[in-house]
């Protein structure tokens, strides 16, 4: 039973796992038997994630693109695929975010979080899936959001973005399935993260928030390692177009 959540083997690509969430999964996927390959933008950050996971004991390499940019990303997966070896797995992470009153952001602003949130989905998996058809094997995890089923102000073209991926991620499955490749989503709730340090702080959207959650609580970014090795293990082999919410119960109540 075990075997069925064993990452022994698998080759794990964590994109935007430099800190945050990101490097909180990768950890996880790292404990459970991956060799994780940490993306971000900063060669720095990437690097000190990897010495971190190496100096806890476990196999990582940095790989350093920006995931709009389809030329650099093309680069560094034959570097990653030629040097390292197949990406079994790809976890399309990497994300920002910005608030406006929706009548005064900034296209530019637009511009920025529809590239990394949407588009780069798109062209690291096209870039990675093209290797995995060849393989006839892969998953794809993309994390998307509470946004990607609801709104919120000032983060409009946030939640559009992440309910892209939720479509992308359907439309997906439905091209590369036949290929045995698995395309999931996670989409967390709201979690205690330095992203969403400024509202943990507001005393009335923190009451609001434990009201609203049948959980009663903000998530532990740990509580997500579970969804994400669930997705990139065998026993998630015959699940497909799927979006799995890591809510606390939110987006089932009223």
Known sequence: MSQLFSL??????????AQGIGFIMARGLA???AEIIINGTSAVRAENAVIQLREEGYRAYSAVFDVSDAPAVEKAI???EGDIGP??????NAGIQRRHPFTEFPLEE???IIATNQTGVFVVSQTVAKR???RRAGKIINICSMQSELGRDTITPYAAAKGAVKMLTRGMCTELARYNIQVNGIAPGYFDTPMTKALVENTEFSDWLCKRTPAARW???EELVGAAVFLASNASNFVNGHLLFVDGGMLAAV
């Open 219 to 221: 998530g532990d970014p």
């Open 132 to 134: 995995m058809i060849e």
């Open 8 to 17: 022994d083997n698998k080759r794990i690509l964590v994109t935007g796992a």
């Open 87 to 92: 990406i079994d797995v790809l976890f399309n």
């Open 78 to 80: 034959q570097m990653i």
């Open 110 to 112: 637009w511009n920025q």
């Open 31 to 33: 404990e459970h038997g």
